[in-house]
């Protein structure tokens, strides 16, 4: 009874994410000129910069990024490999290799360009939804699955408030060096979190066919 009421909430809920993600690509798609909502978070920003805040922002942004993500990554994977738990080892590499391929994809189908009057730092491609917060979510959720897979709810809770900071962090580092408008973060959360649920399911069914 309790699987079935689980099963249901999750379907309501990343549907919910789903049908968020599609608006706010619609309303985005293609726009150079950024909506009212991430003009005024980035215009407000954009006039209280800080050096000392910027300097912090650029570390948080550099661990969501593939120099920090990938390294961390492929040691992981490589000691559960070692250690025969191919489970964890395929988990990980689909919900962060594929939600960064995944991510490429989408950002050619919305097509929207950078709020280029607001960076800080130079970077290339589309914008939405964004990559550095949509792997890090799937990635460091997925982190926080793994390890607390054998705990009680009370102890995951703790993972999974330190890992939601961090993605969190790193969604705000993204708005505040002005190489995403905000709605990006929003689609780059939404998408990266889908992404890691969907990871673990079609995982753990592998698994049982396996078995």
Do not use: C
Not at 67 to 91: D, G, Q
């Amino acid at each position: 009874m309790k699987g079935s009421k689980n099963r249901r909430y999750n379907f309501f809920l990343l549907t919910t994410m789903s049908i968020l993600f599609l608006i706010i690509g619609i309303l985005v798609r293609g726009n150079d000129e950024g909506i009212l909502f991430d003009l005024v978070i980035l215009e407000y920003i954009h006039n209280n910069i800080n050096p000392l805040v910027l300097r912090i922002m650029k570390f948080i942004s550099f661990i969501g990024s593939a120099y920090f993500i990938i390294p961390v990554m492929t040691i992981v994977i490589a000691y559960n490999y070692k250690r025969k738990k191919h489970y964890e080892s395929s988990l990980l590499l689909l919900s962060t290799a594929g939600s960064w391929i995944f991510n490429f994809l989408l950002k050619q189908i919305f097509h929207r360009t950078r709020p280029l009057d607001y960076f800080l730092v130079d970077q290339g491609g589309f914008s939405y939804p964004s990559g550095h917060t949509m792997v890090a979510t799937s990635f460091y959720f997925t982190i926080a699955y793994l390890l607390t897979r054998n705990m009680k709810e009370k102890d995951k809770r703790v993972f999974y408030l330190v890992a939601t900071i961090a993605i969190l962090l790193m969604g705000i580092s993204r708005i505040y060096l002005g190489v995403h408008w905000p709605t990006d973060i929003l689609g780059g959360l939404l998408m990266g979190y889908i992404f890691y649920y969907l990871s673990i399911t079609l995982v753990k069914r592998r698994r049982r066919l396996d078995k």
